[in-house]
C-alpha cells in the first residue's frame, strides 16, 4: 500500500521570505500524481499544486514551486515571498495513474506566518 | 460552476445516537468520495462511489458506518450508533471519471462531535 509521511508537524516563516514543506512516500508503481492541498481554518481543501511523476520538470504555480525527486521520492513544496494568507495546513497527497482514483495523505504540516 | 456542497457543516450527538450528513458533488462528476478526518491528522478515505457503485470501501467500518448514492448524484453517509473516536470532519470530494491528473474538488466538510 502506498504511505506519505509529512515529518514537519508545524512550520513557521517571517512574511515575505521563503519556506520548504517536506514529504516523501512510499510506492512501487513508476506512475502516478502528487498533489499539495491547503487546508484553511474553512476546512475546504484547496489545491496548491500537481506534479506528474512522468514529468521531469517540476512544476511551477506563481509563488509556489515543487522539488521533486523521483528516485528518492521525495515531493518537497517550496513558498516564496510567504503571505499572511498563506497560513494554513498543508497536505501532501499521492494517487495512482491506474485503477482507483483515491488520494492517499500525509498527515499534514501546520504553517504560521509571522507579520 | 458551484462547488460541492455538504451539510450540516456541524453536529453534535451524544454516543450511541445516529447521524447522516450529505453532499451533492460538482455536476458531471461520477466519481464521489468521503473522507474522515480525525483532528491532527490528514483525510483518510471511508468509500468511494463510482456513478453508484462502491469502487472502495475497505476503510469504512461496516459495523457502524454506511453510505449509499442511490441515483448516482448526491450521496448520503450514516453512522449508528456513533462512538466518541467518531468526533472528526467528514469531508466529501468528487472529480470526473477516469481523469487521473484531474484534482479531487472538496466540500467544506461537517465537524462531528460525538459527547
Known amino acids: 500500500a502506498q504511505t506519505v509521511t509529512q515529518s514537519q508537524p508545524e512550520m513557521s516563516v517571517q512574511e515575505a521570505e521563503t519556506v520548504t514543506l517536506s514529504c516523501t512516500y512510499d510506492t512501487s508503481e513508476s506512475d502516478y500524481y502528487l498533489f499539495w492541498y491547503k487546508q484553511p481554518p474553512s476546512r475546504q481543501m484547496i489545491l496548491v499544486i500537481r506534479?506528474?511523476?512522468?514529468?521531469?520538470q517540476n512544476a511551477t504555480e506563481n509563488r509556489f514551486s515543487v522539488n521533486f525527486q523521483k528516485a528518492a521520492k521525495s515531493f518537497s513544496l517550496k513558498i516564496s515571498d510567504s503571505q499572511l494568507g498563506d497560513a494554513a495546513m498543508y497536505f501532501c497527497a499521492y494517487r495512482r495513474s491506474q485503477g482507483a482514483q483515491k488520494l492517499v495523505f500525509g498527515q499534514g504540516t501546520r504553517l504560521t506566518i509571522n507579520p | 460552476e458551484a462547488g460541492v456542497a455538504q451539510s450540516p457543516r456541524y453536529k453534535i450527538i451524544e454516543k450511541r445516537q445516529s447521524v447522516a450528513f450529505w453532499c451533492n458533488p460538482i455536476s458531471g462528476h461520477a466519481t464521489l468520495y468521503w473522507y474522515q478526518q480525525i483532528l491532527g491528522q490528514g483525510p483518510k478515505l471511508l468509500i468511494q462511489?463510482?456513478?453508484?457503485?462502491?469502487?472502495?470501501d475497505s476503510q469504512l467500518p461496516k459495523d457502524r458506518f454506511s453510505a449509499e448514492r442511490l441515483k448516482g448524484v448526491d450521496s448520503t453517509l450514516k453512522i449508528q450508533p456513533a462512538k466518541l473516536e467518531d468526533s472528526a470532519v467528514y469531508l466529501c470530494?468528487?472529480?470526473?471519471?477516469?481523469?487521473?491528473?484531474?484534482?479531487?474538488?472538496f466540500g467544506n466538510g461537517t465537524r462531528l462531535t460525538v459527547t
Open positions: 462511489f463510482q456513478n453508484n457503485g462502491v469502487v472502495d
Open positions: 506534479q506528474e511523476a512522468y514529468k521531469q
Open positions: 470530494a468528487s472529480t470526473p471519471a477516469g481523469h487521473y491528473n484531474s484534482p479531487l474538488h
